[in-house]
Structures are given as structure tokens and as C-alpha cells.
């Protein structure tokens, strides 16, 4: 299959997310990763944003989640049918939020473990830890550490680094600021840039902290309640009015309220169908 520079390398289209057979997590969820972009997907706790990308890597199952309806198509093919390790194997990598590390083994050994995601690729590339070290000198002076004894942020590069190990298409970021020092922050996401715009490689990143997050991101995503409730360029929404008054804290004071109390979401009457 031919690919076009300015396809999209995943495409989620309406689909609605059940947990436990009850529980509607996800209603109507639509969204795209334009090829070698950063997209942004944003919103407060509970809106469903670690649900959007459990759905497209495939681990719903895991914790009692189903795929209701709707279709989610990474390179232009459905994943319906796909295991997370064949998605892996596939070109898509997800890095959980919680800095999902195996602490038992050294940061070399963490590497290594995640060479598996090439086993069974065609043309698989062979594993190129320069890549990673390039990319997080600090974690080349700890390869012969436990991975147990990094720092919060030491952990949350070797992540990201297990990730390009296996040189995917898509990384999907959950909360990579989570926990961490203004500075660090600010390290992780400078990274995060380069990665993309070095190495082409697209990414759907999921943050709370959206003023850094639109920062580095070609468009975004703000969620409520399971649904998109806007979307747009990352200068757009970083400037709209809406936008940084209920989301990016530079409106006037008062309680917080919900993006529908806002007269401009009112005026926007495809978010509320």
C-alpha cells in the first residue's frame, strides 16, 4: 500500500467505548494524526483521554473495556483484528502513563526487552540504542542501573525510549508531563519535538497540561465527557477565548464551569449533537 505525505497514520472514526458492559465511556469519538504531526488531545480528568488511546493500542480488554461500535484505522487499515503486540509489531507504540518501567532490570536490559516489538517486522531494522542514548544521554550513564532507581524523570525517558526501539510510526503519549519538574517538563518535551521533527515520527499526546502540550503540537483535541467538544490548529486553540478561559486558566475568576456553559460553545451547535 502506497503511502501520501499528507495521509493520516490513524484515523479514529465514531467509535463509543463501554467498560463493564454498563459503563459509556467514550460516545461518538472522532479524531486523526496527519502523518508526521504531533496531535494534542486534551481535557480533564475522567474526560476520557488514556480510554482514546487504550482503544487504538488495543488494551481495552484488559481492563473489562470494549470497542462498541465505530472503526479505528491505523495506516489506512482497520485494527479490528489485531492484538496489541501485532500493532506493536505494526509501527505503534504506547507509552502508559505511569512510567511502566521494569524496575527488576537495568536500563540496558529495559532496552533490550523492547527489541521484541521488531520480531516478526519485515524488513525489521536491527535495534539501534544510539538512537535512544542520542536522544537521553543521561540514560547511557545509568544503562548499567536498575531501572528501579532512576528518578521520575530518568523513568519517563526510559519509556520513551522503549519505545523507539522498536522505530514506530505513532507513539501514543499518556500524561508524559505526570509528576514531574517544571524543568523537566520542559526537557521531556523539547525531546519529544526533536524525536518529531528529526525523526518524522507522528504522535497522539495526551496531557492536562495544555499550555505545553499545544506548544509542541501541530493541532489538538479537547475532550469532555467522552465526546470531542472542539478541535483546531494548536495556535488556535492556544488563542481561542473559550479555550483559555476554561482550560488554560487566563480567564476572569469564578467557579469552574463546563465548556457547554460557555456562549460561544453554545453558538457551536454541531459539538452538542
Known amino acids: 500500500m502506497t503511502q501520501k505525505a499528507t495521509d493520516h497514520v490513524l484515523e479514529v ?5 463501554i467498560y463493564n458492559k454498563v459503563v459509556q465511556a467514550l460516545r461518538g469519538l472522532s479524531l486523526a494524526v496527519p502523518r508526521g504531526q504531533i496531535v494534542a488531545l486534551l481535557g480533564s480528568n475522567g474526560a476520557g483521554k488514556s480510554t482514546t488511546l487504550k482503544a487504538v493500542s488495543g488494551l481495552l480488554a484488559l481492563e473489562d473495556g470494549q470497542l462498541e461500535s465505530g472503526s479505528i484505522l491505523f495506516n489506512g487499515q482497520s485494527t479490528a483484528a489485531l492484538a496489541p ?3 506493536v509489531r505494526s509501527g505503534l507504540s504506547h507509552v502508559m ?6 524496575e527488576d532490570l537495568t536500563v540496558e536490559e529495559n532496552l533490550v526487552a523492547a527489541t521484541y ?9 536491527k535495534p539501534d540504542f544510539d538512537i535512544v542514548y542520542s536522544y537521553f544521554p543521561r540514560l547511557h550513564e545509568r544503562r548499567k542501573g536498575l531501572a528501579g532507581y532512576l528518578s521520575g524523570g530518568e523513568q519517563q525517558m526510559l519509556a520513551i525510549g522503549r519505545a523507539l526501539i522498536a ?3 505513532l507513539i501514543l503519549l499518556d500524561e508524559p508531563s505526570l509528576g514531574l519538574s517544571p524543568k ?3 526537557d521531556i518535551f523539547t525531546i519529544i519535538a526533536r524525536i518529531n521533527a528529526e525523526r518524522g515520527t507522528s ?5 492536562q497540561n495544555a499550555t505545553v502540550a499545544l506548544a509542541v503540537a501541530h493541532s489538538g483535541y479537547i475532550m469532555e465527557n467522552g465526546k470531542i467538544v472542539i478541535d483546531g490548529t494548536a495556535e488556535r486553540l492556544a488563542n481561542d477565548p473559550d479555550v483559555r478561559e476554561f482550560y488554560l486558566g487566563m480567564g476572569g475568576g469564578g467557579e469552574a464551569k463546563s465548556f457547554k456553559d460557555i456562549k460561544h460553545y453554545k453558538r457551536r451547535k454541531r459539538w452538542l449533537s
Not at 472514526?13 to 467505548?17: T, Y
Not at 502513563?97 to 521494569?102: A, S
Not at 504522535?203 to 496531557?207: A, Q, S, T, Y
Open 13 to 17: 472514526n465514531n467509535i463509543e467505548v
Open 85 to 87: 503486540q501485532q500493532l
Open 97 to 102: 502513563e505511569g512510567r511502566r518501567v521494569f
Open 117 to 125: 516489538a521488531l520480531t516478526g517486522r519485515k524488513e525489521a531494522p
Open 167 to 169: 522505530q514506530p510510526q
Open 184 to 186: 523537566l517538563v520542559e
Open 203 to 207: 504522535m497522539l499526546l495526551v496531557e
